[in-house]
Every structure is written in C-alpha cells, then in structure tokens.
T-cell receptor
C-alpha cells in the first residue's frame, strides 16, 4: 500500500462547479499536510497548508481528518485556470515530504 | 527573484555520461531537499540537508548519485554513469525550520534530464 494515495482522475468538471479531492495517508505519525498545485511540466507550487481546524483561502477549503487519516481539498466556483494536477503531501516530521500521485482536474467551458 | 533557482533547466546526455545539477535555495532557508519526479507520479524524495549536513538519503539514491552542500548554501546533485532510467525531472526545494511557515517547502523550477 502506498503511503499517500490519491485518485489520479481525471476529474472533468464544467466552469462554476464545485469539486472535491481526497487524499489518504497510512502513517498515523504524520505531522503536517499540504496541497500543491502543479501545471504541466512545471514545479509544484504550494496551494495551502492543511491545519487540524481546517482552513479556507478564497474558493479553496482544506480539511484534515486524523481519525480516518485523510485530507481533502474543495474547490468552489471552479475556473478554467484551476485546470492542473493537485498533489497532496505529508510530512511525518522527518523533514521529507511524501507525495501522492496527484489528481488531475480539467475545467471545461 | 528570491525563489529557489536550479540550473540547468534542461539537460540531454548520453548513457554513461556524468551530469551535475545545481540548486540555490531561498536565502534564509537552511534546509534543502532533492526530489525526482517521473511522468504521472508525484515527486519522490531523494535526500535533504540541514545547513551543510546531509541528514537523510532515500534508498532511491544509488551509489551513482551524490549530493553535496559544502557551505550550507547552494547544493549540487551529481549522477555518474547515467542510465536511461535516470530520465526525470529533478526538483529542489528549501524550507526554514522557524516561523509561521516552518517546514513549508518551496520548489525550484526543476532540471529536466533526458538520457539517450
């Protein structure tokens, strides 16, 4: 079993839709959690850190469920420019990040 | 530009040649990481430094790979006797252990290696 798992998709949604991605992790000692956005052939860019209380940044909401060991990302009112791959990453306090495979989102007009 | 920088951005080499990549982290960050990413996968951890000390190396880092950070600033990643399976994007990231964004890693643009 992979340490961090994501549904690779692709998720094809119309503009204005709400879409949610989940990411599960296997190590209960995981300390910090992140969502990164990656455009084709570019580097990952930090989208949000994920806090225990959940956090929101504009149209983006991230949640952490420690009991079930998953994190989620909700995108409301999706835009064409949201089309990208969304990577979740987990740090078990050893310094390194462990990434999921990434979930591809395609927003259609 | 105060972000992470990497050079070269692209490298094409023949099998068996040696290649070296450079990473310059964000100036106040004392932690530096190397990852490798292949198509359709998330980045995979290779190694990381705190200042000049190499604190962890992945099993992915075979004896053909070596990384250095001699003065605790920039880092180099060398691959000796390259193989076609080494073709990937090599990503560098840096972080600070302090402050509100402690341990949040920021990535450079990557070096795309193609081994022919």
């Amino acid at each position: 079993r992979k340490e961090v798992e994501q549904d690779p998709g692709p998720f094809n949604v119309p503009e204005g839709a709400t879409v949610a991605f989940n990411c599960t992790y296997s190590n209960s000692a995981s300390q910090s959690f992140f969502w990164y956005r990656q455009d084709c052939r570019k580097e990952p860019k930090l989208l949000m850190s994920v806090y225990s209380s959940g956090n929101e940044d504009g149209r983006f909401t991230a949640q952490l469920n420690r009991a079930s060991q998953y994190i989620s990302l909700l995108i409301r009112d999706s835009k064409l420019s949201d089309s990208a791959t969304y990577l979740c990453a987990v740090n078990i306090n050893t310094g390194k990040l462990i990434f999921g495979q990434g979930t591809t989102l395609q927003v259609k007009p | 530009d105060t972000g992470v920088s990497q050079n070269p951005r692209h490298k094409i080499t023949k099998r068996g040649q040696n290649v070296t990549f450079r990473c310059d982290p964000i100036s106040e960050h004392n932690r530096l990481y190397w990852y490798r990413q292949t198509l359709g996968q998330g980045p995979e951890f290779l190694t990381y430094f705190q200042n000049e000390a190499q604190l962890e190396k992945s099993r992915l880092l075979s004896d053909r790979f070596s990384a250095e950070r001699p003065k605790g600033s920039f880092s180099t990643l060398e691959i000796q006797r390259t193989e076609q399976g080494d073709s990937a994007m090599y990503l560098c990231a840096s972080s600070s252990p302090r402050g509100q964004e402690a341990d949040t890693q920021y990535f450079g643009p990557g070096t795309r290696l193609t081994v022919l």
